[in-house]
């Protein structure tokens, strides 16, 4: 049974990166540059520094075209993403069983605006952030904070991400990993695959 479920933010609670990448093409359309949504995402979805690194290399953008993207993104993630279908239900019904839920994220505070403006941020215990400076995934630093400070049981712990350094970062702190993607992705990294929330409630230990 997992007592403390640690979420991942874009991709894993939000559906982010449709937007992410929307806009990051939108941008390079006006340098008259051609590249497809999916294409962009893939990289987004290995981290967002390396995508951006990437093109960088691939197009030599410069600090003006990242500083504009940021910006314009955050506009129109505020207005277009939500959670995943399933995610409030799954939250509440973690915390109403007396279990914990905590966000960990390179996103900045941002993501702490998204869990109020759709009532999630009541059923959060804690909350890491880009503010917080831990290093990044997948160094377990981070986790090792969480587990320390809420005396976690390592056995009742379990980090649910999208990408292979959500699994990574978990199995760097010892404790057990759920992948998620809505496609057909999956990771030979992880405890566990999902591709719809409904499925974490028995790996939880929470009864359909």
């Not at 009532?119 to 215990?125: C, E, I, P």
């Not at 804690?126 to 005396?151: C, G, Q, S």
């Not at 760097?172 to 999956?186: G, V």
């Amino acid at each position: 049974m997992y007592k403390h479920i640690i979420w991942d933010f874009d991709g894993t609670l939000f559906d982010t990166y449709p937007v992410m990448a929307s806009v990051f093409q939108k941008k390079l359309i006006e340098l008259n540059i051609d590249e497809t949504v999916d294409e962009v995402m893939s990289y987004m979805k290995v981290s967002m520094t390396y995508a951006i690194d990437h093109y960088k290399e691939k197009y030599n953008i410069d600090d003006e075209f990242i500083n504009d993207y940021i910006i314009k993104s955050e506009e129109e993630e505020f207005k277009y993403c939500k959670p995943f279908d399933g995610i409030y239900y799954i939250c509440k019904i973690i915390y109403n069983h007396g279990f914990k839920n905590y966000l960990y994220t390179h996103r900045d505070i941002s993501s702490i605006d998204f869990l109020k403006k759709f009532d999630l941020y009541k059923y959060f215990s804690d909350f890491i952030t880009y503010e917080d400076r831990f290093k990044r995934k997948p160094d377990p630093e981070a986790l090792n904070f969480l587990i320390k400070k809420h005396n976690i049981d390592l056995k009742e712990a379990l980090m649910i991400g999208d990408r292979d350094i959500d699994v990574l970062s978990a199995k760097n702190a010892c404790i057990d990993s759920c992948f998620f993607s809505d496609k057909t992705q999956r990771s030979t990294l992880s405890n566990y695959n999902i591709d719809k929330f409904h499925d974490l409630l028995p790996i939880i230990g929470i009864p359909l």
